[in-house]
């Protein structure tokens, strides 16, 4: 035998106990002796993480409906990883999410999405603040106040689309996702792609970002995952996965444009307004070191806007047509309130500022947002060095930690009768809006919280007031979904029959 075989014979066998002895070692370090050692949770969740990725992967279970289980049977505070705990008490939220901590987001999770050098994928809330001081002139209250006119233009181009194609009836979770994605690209990057002339609102983008949601949740385990798909060439990417081919093209479209504008500057000048985040990432004055992003950068900021804006905004507006379409006598409110607020549908359309002021289609806006939560995973924080007082639990530095959104808005003390939509509970305790989480709280809450709430305004109004609607067949008694950080909608399609209303008053008076 040659001395190299002679080695592999000894080290082969040595290299292997290490490794066994080690996994033992943390297996038995993980459950006795880690300073959560006593909380509870599943037995094998104390050991490893992957437990947690065999729920979610081979299991594909719903991880925050499972987390209700897990919260029956083991109380308010569970231990869902060797390292994370999960809070089920609302009070929780508040202590995790709120303004005066800068915890950390959590590096597995946040890497997963591809989006490191973001606002939303910087782990740390001072990298994330200084993105979010440049971008912030795009989105604030009165930049969203300004871009009026753009938003209105979405939601004219959505009825009109409804128009055209009013002989069938219009799946919604597509229509409305065309809208908000065609916001998004309009909006934020000056770069229209018109999703909403899509036949059947079935637009290549949408339809792939809807099967790369649950790819993506896969992505938190394995590195080498990610890297094969989203890594590899378009045209292989196309090849391996054409489900998800839409995503390539829009990802191309992109990075054309981010080449286009940082090789000629200029270029900024021929975008359709100056209210992009182009405007505003590529001007070096805007950082306080005076240096720009690099085009990886720019990307990311990119893809995570579209996927932050698109989706989030969709499931609310489908998720209040739904509910509305089961409820005639909310819908009937809702079109009174609408109604008298634009008599005429010849006459001037109510300004933004006008429906600000509409108590029943906030209160509408307010439960859909409840029920549909935004996201619906937890968000994963880290403990500070110092340690945190969660739930009046004593939790250790270095803790990844959270309590996901669907927690509150789902608990029974604080909206009685959960599952219902019920937006009278907004109007009759104004004080619920503490516990409306859907943008989540403090340094990370969402960016993009007014142009939100723009499009929900507007988007709910014009479809609510210009078209009589009616749930076609097969109509769903619910609409079910899986957590994969954001709720995917896999049951039937919400379908709607769109007829456009008279422009006289006095006929919908008589509906
Ligand atoms: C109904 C609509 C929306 C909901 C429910 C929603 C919800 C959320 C939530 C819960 C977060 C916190 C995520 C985390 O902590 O990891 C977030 C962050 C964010 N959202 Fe939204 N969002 C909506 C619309 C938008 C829109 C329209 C945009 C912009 C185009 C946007 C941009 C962002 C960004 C950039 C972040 C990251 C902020 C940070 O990490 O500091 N969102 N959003």
């Not at 899986?482 to 209303?501: A, E, I, K």
Request: proline letters at 7%.
């Amino acid at each position: 035998m040659g001395l190299e075989n002679e080695a592999t014979v000894i080290l082969l066998p040595a290299a292997i106990a290490s490794v066994v002895a080690y996994a033992i070692y943390t297996v038995i370090y993980n459950v006795y002796f880690h300073p959560l050692a006593n909380f509870p949770g599943p037995p094998i969740a104390r050991a490893t993480t992957y437990w947690k990725a065999y729920i979610e992967c081979i299991a594909q279970r719903s991880f925050c409906h499972y987390l209700v289980h897990l919260h029956a049977q083991y109380g308010d505070v569970v231990r869902i990883g060797p390292n994370e705990l999960h809070f089920a008490n609302p009070k929780a939220y508040t202590d995790i999410y709120n303004n005066k901590n800068r915890w950390d987001k959590e590096a597995r999770l946040y890497k997963s999405f591809n989006e490191d050098r973001s606002s939303f994928g910087l782990l740390t809330y001072a990298e994330s603040k200084i993105r979010k001081d440049v971008m912030n002139r795009s989105f604030s209250v009165a930049a969203i106040e300004s871009a009026e006119g753009l938003c209105v233009d979405k939601a004219r181009a959505l009825c009109a689309a409804f128009e055209r194609n009013k002989t069938k009836p219009a799946d919604m979770f597509f229509a409305y996702r065309c809208m908000s994605m065609d916001m998004i690209m309009t909006f934020c990057f000056g770069k229209p792609i018109n999703a909403l002339d899509a036949p059947d609102f079935k637009a290549p983008i949408l339809e792939a970002m809807d099967a790369s949601m649950p790819i993506f949740i896969r992505f938190k385990y394995s590195d080498l995952y990610k890297n094969m798909i989203l890594k590899c060439p378009p045209g292989l990417s196309k090849i391996l996965s054409p489900s998800t081919a839409g995503l390539v093209d829009l990802q191309q479209l992109l990075w054309r444009q981010i080449n286009d504008l940082t090789d000629d500057p200029e270029k900024l000048k021929s975008l359709p307004h100056n209210m992009t985040v182009w405007h505003r990432l590529l001007d070096a004055e805007a950082y306080r070191d005076k240096i720009l992003p690099s085009p990886g950068s720019l990307y990311e900021e990119a893809q995570a806007l579209m996927f932050a804006g698109a989706d989030t905004v969709g499931n609310t507006l489908m998720l209040g047509t739904f509910h509305l379409l089961q409820q005639s006598d909310k819908l009937q409110r809702l079109r009174e309130e609408l109604l008298e607020a634009w008599p005429d549908l010849n006459g001037p359309e109510p300004k933004l500022r006008a429906l600000e002021n509409l108590p029943y289609l906030n209160a509408v806006i307010k439960e859909s947002l409840r029920l549909s939560s935004g996201v619906t995973s937890g968000l994963l924080r880290v403990v500070p060095p110092a340690g945190a007082t969660i739930d009046g639990r004593t939790v250790p530095p270095g803790t990844i930690v959270a309590c996901g959104s669907t927690f509150v808005h789902y608990n029974a003390d604080i909206f009685p009768q959960p599952d219902q939509f019920t937006p009278e509970r907004w109007l009759k305790s104004p004080e619920l809006d503490n516990w409306l989480v859907s943008f989540s709280r403090g340094p990370r809450m969402c960016f993009g919280i007014n142009l939100a709430w723009a499009e929900l305004r507007l988007n709910l109004a014009y479809v609510f007031r210009k078209f009589e609607m009616e749930m076609a067949d097969p109509k769903p008694n619910n609409l079910p979904w899986r957590d994969t950080f954001l709720p995917w909608y896999n049951g039937t399609h919400l379908l709607v029959n769109m007829t456009p209303v008279s422009a006289c008053k006095k006929h919908i008076v008589q509906l």
